[in-house]
């Protein structure tokens, strides 16, 4: 019988060659493999590629730093809530019909009254807060923040302004009036928030979405508890009113030294203009002060500012709890150059009105300029627009009320000399008169003591003058054109945010 070659077998021979194998199918390969020698030594594997997973440190960092988010945000958010609950509220746009066009970004009436309510006897003594409050607005503010949360921009609203107001209801009489003229902080007092948010709307076309009112006991509290805010001065500041006295220098203050800060008005010649610059510069050191300590980031201690600044605002009854998370989240990104400063543009000082008094009349071409950059949410300064070369002096010549007398026989200079000072930005009466003597050589600027560093400022506009103290003549200078007069000089303030209707940055005014 012959040897029958069969495909078990493991390798060919001579008798047993090798049979041709047929295809196996690709699933068959799958299932059968080569089998490897026995050997002592152990199979070699082939080196496949390893996906790497990720360290187990990164992804505990990760869940943690998620779990921290989460918690600080719902802390936040339980907190604001529950101090949410505690703001005073005030229906300050109950029926309110034909109002603004709304514009981009958020708008913000701040007002400051002067209740002294809740303020001790010993602050009382300390800080000159003696008197019975007039019951209307202290300071009043349009705060802007830009629709990006990126910018805020503050226009200072002067307390004197000429104002005619809406047809309201006096809320102390019951009295119905039609609108008539008024100082626009008197709003306040006949037809309370509603009234003065109607009346701020009239006159800027700005549509205000909120309204927040502030009090003496409130800032005096918020700036407690932030630890002080620090200013700098260049040169002294004393007010016998308010009892104001600061060396010239670098001062932390707190509550009731900040507050004698911002209601000074008897510094200098500049009086309420002044004031609110003081504020202004105040504003900015309030915002680097928050912004650059940490407080955002630290739920319990903003809880305890936030705490202490609503603890006697009073505010409309849309702002809320998402409004307070929004505007913290826009102060996250703030520094001091995200914020820009100034005042409504004054036209005329001294505006006399019957039965009102002096007034301060605005500027109606640039206020109306100002209020469309707020409505189309537009920064208010131009930082590439080259400024003027002007001599520097101490006091902006925006805060210089000036009365020009003609003491030549030259008819016409008076009318001259009022409109050179007008043109460099000097707050002149608009309505120049003659001298008594007409025989003037020189050109004189006449001043009351307390006024001397804006007369020093006044004569370095007039080369050649000569200064001239007058006891009692009051807070309005006096120049007496010579006949050496050639030319008035642009003259500017060393101080950058001096000077009325300039726009300044927050970081401009900040101490270096």
């Given at each position: 019988m012959g040897l029958r070659c069969s495909r078990s077998h493991a390798r060919p021979s001579r008798r047993c060659p090798s049979l041709p194998t047929p295809p196996r199918s690709p699933a068959a390969r799958r299932r059968r493999r080569p089998q490897p020698r026995r050997s002592a030594r152990p199979p070699v594997r082939p080196v496949r590629p390893v996906q790497r997973k990720k360290p187990r440190w990164a992804m505990r960092a990760v869940t943690t730093l998620?779990?921290?988010?989460?918690?600080?945000?719902?802390?936040?958010h339980a907190i604001v809530t529950?101090?949410?609950a505690d703001i005073s509220r005030v229906d300050a746009f109950k029926d309110m019909k034909n109002r603004p066009r709304a514009g981009h970004g958020m708008n913000v009436l701040l007002v400051g009254t002067d209740g002294r309510e809740k303020v001790t006897e010993a602050e009382r003594r300390e800080y000159r807060l003696g008197g019975a409050p007039c019951h209307c607005t202290d300071t009043m503010m349009i705060v802007h923040i830009s629709e990006d949360r990126e910018r805020a921009?503050?226009?200072?609203?002067?307390?004197?302004?000429?104002?005619?107001?809406?047809?309201?209801?006096?809320?102390?009489?019951?009295e119905r009036h039609h609108?008539?003229?008024?100082?626009?902080?008197?709003?306040?007092?006949?037809?309370?928030?509603?009234?003065?948010?109607?009346?701020?709307?009239?006159?800027?076309?700005?549509?205000?979405d909120h309204y927040l009112e502030v009090d003496f006991t409130s800032f005096m509290k918020t700036v407690d508890v932030l630890g002080g805010v620090r200013i700098c001065t260049a040169e002294p500041l004393k007010d016998r009113y308010t009892g104001l006295d600061l060396?010239?220098?670098?001062?932390?203050?707190?509550g009731g030294q900040a507050l004698q800060y911002v209601r000074s008005r008897h510094v200098d010649g500049a009086s309420d203009l002044g004031r609110m610059q003081r504020q202004q510069r105040f504003l900015a050191a309030l915002v680097d002060r928050t912004t650059s300590s940490g407080i955002l980031l630290n739920p319990m201690k903003f809880r305890d500012i936030t705490r202490a600044a609503l603890g006697s605002v009073r505010a409309d009854k849309g702002f809320g709890t998402h409004e307070l998370l929004d505007l913290g989240r826009a102060m996250r990104n703030f520094s001091p150059s995200s914020s820009e400063f100034t005042t409504v543009p004054i036209g005329q000082m001294g505006y006399a009105v019957k039965g009102v008094g002096s007034t301060l009349k605005w500027d109606t071409r640039k206020a109306d300029r100002l209020f469309r950059s707020l409505r189309d949410d537009k920064?208010?300064?131009?930082?590439?627009?080259?400024k003027p070369k002007a001599l520097r002096v101490d006091v902006a010549p925006q805060q210089i009320r000036v009365q020009v007398e003609n003491g030549t026989a030259t008819a016409g200079l008076g009318k001259r000399?009022?409109?050179?000072?007008a043109a460099t930005d000097f707050r002149t009466t608009r309505r120049p008169v003659n001298a008594a003597d007409r025989t003037l050589k020189r050109t004189v600027v006449a001043y009351d003591p307390r006024w001397d560093r804006s007369a020093k400022s006044l004569a370095a506009a007039l080369p050649g003058s000569r200064l001239r103290p007058v006891k009692g003549l009051g807070a309005t200078l006096k120049v007496i054109v010579g006949a050496d007069f050639r030319e008035v000089r642009r003259v500017r303030a060393v101080d950058p945010a001096?000077?009325?209707s300039g726009v300044v940055r927050g970081d401009e005014v900040l101490c270096s």
């Open positions: 998620s779990v921290v988010v989460l918690a600080s945000a719902g802390i936040g529950s101090l949410d921009s503050v226009v200072s609203l002067p307390r004197d302004s000429y104002a005619v107001t809406p047809a309201h209801t006096d809320r102390t009489t019951g609108g008539h003229p008024v100082k626009l902080n008197a709003a306040y007092a006949e037809g309370g928030p509603q009234l003065t948010v109607r009346t701020v709307e009239s006159m800027t076309r700005v549509k205000i060396r010239p220098g670098t001062h932390t203050l707190q920064p208010l300064s131009s930082p590439h627009k080259p000399v009022d409109t050179a000072l001096q000077g009325e």
